[in-house]
């Protein structure tokens, strides 16, 4: 009987600290990251709980399914992407949407991306998110911070020299 209550014990504490931690993951997190981007004025659509907002964006997705782009236009955002079209003039051109449970920035103003693409502080890190993505593409000029990326990118920068691009010009016109 006491082994017997003893695993019973044990299968509780584990389901209580899985019950725990979904609690964290799934209602906390998210809250508390809302609560201090909003405070630093970042909106955005309100999470909801498991799924986030991929409900809207399927609908939203699903709503565009049958739309057929222009040959002439390249503005292809609002079939593969129609939750941008519609959230950017709603919470502004910098808001936090959710993947689930994990929190998405989207940054759409033009300043706030070149000052993030152009860091030389290490402030923003590059995220190696998909290990697959990162194993495709290697350790170039991509993936790399610090100085493996300003040695990198002292090699390439000659390739993109506008008199060097002018002349490869002639060559890519079709």
């Not at 931690?21 to 209602?27: I, K, P, R």
């Not at 495709?136 to 993936?143: F, Q, S, T």
């Not at 990118?153 to 002639?170: I, S, T």
């Amino acid at each position: 009987m006491g082994l017997l209550w003893m695993v019973a014990a044990a299968a509780a504490a584990v389901l209580a600290s899985w019950a725990f931690n979904a609690l964290v993951y799934l209602v906390w997190r998210p809250r508390a990251i809302t609560r201090q981007l909003r405070a630093q004025g970042v909106g955005g659509p309100a999470y909801k709980f498991f799924a986030g907002n991929l409900g809207e964006i399927k609908r939203l997705l699903a709503g565009t399914a049958g739309a057929v782009l222009d040959v002439g236009s390249h503005d292809f955002v609002p079939r593969v992407q129609p939750h941008f079209r519609k959230w950017i003039p709603i919470h502004g051109r910098t808001f936090l949407y959710w993947f689930g449970a994990r929190p998405t920035l989207c940054v759409a103003d033009v300043n706030t991306v070149k000052q993030v693409l152009s860091d030389r502080s290490g402030m923003y890190p590059k995220n190696i998110g998909n290990p697959h993505i990162a194993r495709l593409l290697g350790k170039g000029l991509v993936l790399t911070n610090g100085d493996d990326w300003k040695r990198h990118r002292k090699v390439v920068h000659p390739a993109f020299n506008m008199d060097k691009l002018k002349v490869r010009d002639v060559c890519f016109v079709f």
